[in-house]
């Protein structure tokens, strides 16, 4: 089975209300394929999901950009993944490396949370990825590895996962991985994936992405055959955003 392109915009905690309107309209123009071939998912926070949500193309899904561990109950400031059910909020984004270095969110804390999420209906978006001085001592894998098995340990169905590689590195920063920097993590979590959890999940979970993704670095990242789409933040509160969700047809018709 092909794993169909996948585009996530991560707005992090960005815009006002007259700026979360001027990206919906932009977003709504946008001539992009069809959802057949991209499933493009935006995540705007919290407290303007409902907006967007009644407002964006029916084509085009919403996500959270997290949610609480458990059943919800006596937590103050937390949104639970039965409240993202209940308002019809169909994915959420979790384990980002900005909650995990900024909130000290651990790998089994992310483990739990996606496993809880799944477990009332929600898809996710699971985020991993090394750190430069990782990277630089050589254990970019191992930390990957370490993260998804985290998952792995929790979770059984791997349907409704789509995984997120991006290197902390390259989050924020202007400073892409390479495509052949990319390809290889992607290649590698996939062969991790096959022997840890089994053929069947490492053929058909998607692999995306992200850390500086733009309009003009997309297609080349999105040619590599183990990236199966984009986890973008800055540039997808900007026009370019359509560009990359149009990147992967861009390059098979330019093949
Ligand atoms: P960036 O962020 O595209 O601004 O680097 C990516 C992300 O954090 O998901």
């Known amino acids: 089975m092909a794993r169909k392109f996948f585009i996530g915009g991560n707005w992090k905690c960005n815009g006002t209300l007259e700026e979360v309107k001027k990206i919906v309209s932009m977003l709504n123009e946008a001539e992009v394929p069809s959802e057949n071939f991209v499933e493009v998912v935006v995540s705007p926070p919290f407290v303007f999901l409902p ?17 609480w561990v458990r059943k919800g109950g006596a937590f103050t400031g937390e949104i639970s993944a039965e409240m993202l059910v209940n ?4 994915c959420v984004i979790l384990g980002h490396s900005e909650r995990r270095s900024l909130l000290n969110e651990s790998n089994e804390f992310v483990g739990d949370k996606v496993a809880y999420a799944l477990s009332v209906g929600l898809k996710v978006i699971a985020c991993i990825g090394e750190t430069l001085q990782q990277r630089e001592s050589g254990s970019t894998m191992a930390v990957v590895a370490a993260q998804t098995k985290a998952i792995a340990d929790k979770v059984s169905n791997w349907t409704h996962v789509v995984l997120a590689y991006e290197p902390v590195w390259a989050i924020g920063t202007g400073k892409v991985a390479t495509p052949g920097q990319a390809q290889e993590v992607h290649l590698e979590l996939r062969k991790w994936l096959h022997d840890s959890v089994g053929a069947e999940v490492a053929a058909t979970t998607r692999i995306i992405y992200g850390g500086s993704v733009n309009g003009a670095n997309c297609r080349e990242l999105s040619a590599q055959p183990d990236i199966d789409g984009f986890l973008v933040g800055g540039a ?10 149009r990147s992967l047809t861009v390059m098979k018709s330019q093949l």
Do not use: M, T, Y
């Open 87 to 90: 308002l019809g909020i169909p």
């Open 236 to 245: 997808s509160l900007k026009p370019e955003f359509a560009d990359i969700i």
């Open 51 to 67: 907006l967007v949500e009644s407002l964006l193309r029916p084509d085009f899904q919403v996500a959270a950009q997290n949610c």
